[in-house]
């Protein structure tokens, strides 16, 4: 069989690395014209919890990379009760209906309870204390409307491409959320 | 002369080697990730929430057992109620639904919206609390009436019917609604009026129920102050008993009980979530036995079983002339007949 000479093949060594080097060349300047782009917007996605899913396990205190966990406590307001026995705040039996800590269910005495009119009582978060253990999460949907749950503050969270926490996630809570609507809320339908 | 390897020796080929790393190196990786994110083996929560010594009913408090349980026939059960011939009627979806004694189907309402609660008066008369307005059907399943509430907020959760009047329990403007049998609203009991002694209702998630009594008084919950209150016909509180307590001989968590029903003797029977059970106490209000514990509604762990709303969970009762014991579970959707030991 006869070999064809290397003079009559349609594209010479020189053309064929000249080729290539244009074309990673424009393959370069491509893709850092697209990170420069993404860079000036910011990061589209950032991490969430679904408190559908959660599961109240404690996992949101223990494995965040953060010291304190960017995972808090927050209140619907619009489903609380303001049960003067709120389950959230109370263990299950609590001595006297008192803020003294041994009367307190969270660990870090993060929720204020606050008289309103008889009976009723608010319950508000403290983040700068909440460690997002979900212990009054439970408690709260336990016994009464879940107007506690848990989200990732997007003020605190460092939006890692591999969130720690939901890895550890035992109820796949955790998802990818646009930017602009970083949180899923409850609400009620009253 | 060609070498040629023993055939001890013969490894894959190329193709074969990378084709063996990469499907390790996938079975690895996976392996690896899992690993990773599992917690560890007996890895326990340090922030537990744990109420386990309240789900276990005392054998010796159990006065009841279970004869047979039936489904129930639509999704999004609510309540039950028992008719004057010991027929048995369940609110479910947008239908409310009559089973006789043994179980079998009968009549079925359908209606415009979710059905909320029902009640059934001596003369057979059906009514339909819907959540803002109650529609009255003949003992055929006809419809005779549509009864509407003063307030577009109403959201009824109970009734209760007797020979003259009809009682409806609003969870939301927190008050029950005396009705006469023409549909006109001849009273409200149970809102807060210092001046009558009445301290109000308090009802965090809609459960408000009453009951008339064979003596005459009406029984409402009163869940926010986890007690049983007693009423005239006219809105005087002649009394209230309960407490707030995990154990078994009060009211668990913040809102409790939830239901009620009257034993042809008087007694009151009640429905808590949270720890869900079924108890009985005298008509004066002593705790005496408990028809079903927690450890008979696994699925009802939470009070809570909708992301927006807190109607799904829970139970309720009813109770037949011979005494039975209709328990309804919301988030299992099934009825459980339940007759005295012994």
Known sequence: ???????????????????????????????????????????AWVWQLDPAKCLHCGNCATHCVLEQSAVKCVQAYAMCGYCQLCTGFFPPEPNALTTAAENQLCPTAAIQRTYVED????????????????????????????????????????????????????GDAFRRVPVDHPYLLKNVNR | MEAVMKPELELYDRREFFGVVTKTAAILGLAGAAEAGAPGPGTANPFAYDISRFQKTDPKLIAYEEVTRWPVPHKEARRLA???????????????????????????????????????????????????????????????????????????????????????????????????????IVGRIGQKNAERNVPGFVVPSPFLDVILHRDGLLRVNNPGRHQVEAYTLDGDLEGAWGKPTAATGGFCGCCNPIALAALPDGRIV?????????????????????????????????????????????????????????????????????????
């Open chain 2, 270 to 342: 009640t429905c808590e979530k949270g720890i869900p059970r079924v108890k009985i106490y005298s008509a004066a209000g002593e705790f005496e036995s408990v028809v079903a514990g927690a450890e008979s509604f696994p699925e009802n762990a939470l009070a809570c079983n909708d992301l927006n709303d807190c109607v799904h969970g829970g139970l309720d009762a009813a109770v037949d002339s011979g005494g039975r014991v209709y328990i309804l579970d919301l988030v299992a959707g099934d009825v459980r007949v339940m007759q005295r030991k012994g």
């Open chain 1, 119 to 170: 009976p009723y009582y608010q319950y508000s978060i403290d983040e700068q204390l909440c460690i997002g253990c979900a212990k009054c999460v439970e408690g709260c949907a336990r016994f009464g409307n879940g107007s506690l749950f848990l989200q990732i503050r997007h003020d605190r969270c460092r939006n890692c491409n591999e969130c720690a926490i939901a890895r550890a996630c035992p």
């Open chain 1, 1 to 43: 069989m006869d070999s064809q000479p290397l003079s009559d093949s349609p594209v010479t060594r020189r053309q064929f690395l000249r080729n290539g080097a244009r074309l990673l060349t424009m393959t370069g300047l491509g893709v850092a014209a697209g990170a420069l782009a993404t860079r000036s917007t910011g990061a």
């Open chain 2, 82 to 184: 028992v008719g004057p011939d010991d027929q048995l009627y369940v609110c479910a979806g947008n239908y409310i639904n009559s089973l006789s004694r043994a179980g079998q189907r009968g009549l079925e309402l359908a209606l415009a919206g979710p059905a909320c609660c029902v009640a059934v008066a001596g003369d057979g008369t059906i009514f339909a609390g819907l959540r803002d307005h109650i529609e009255v059907f003949d003992a055929r399943g006809a419809r005779a009436a549509r009864w509407e509430s003063p307030d577009p907020k109403t959201w009824f959760t109970g009734l209760a019917a007797g020979g003259k009047d009809v009682f409806a329990a609003d969870s939301v403007k927190l008050a029950v609604l005396r009705y006469d049998r023409a549909g006109k």
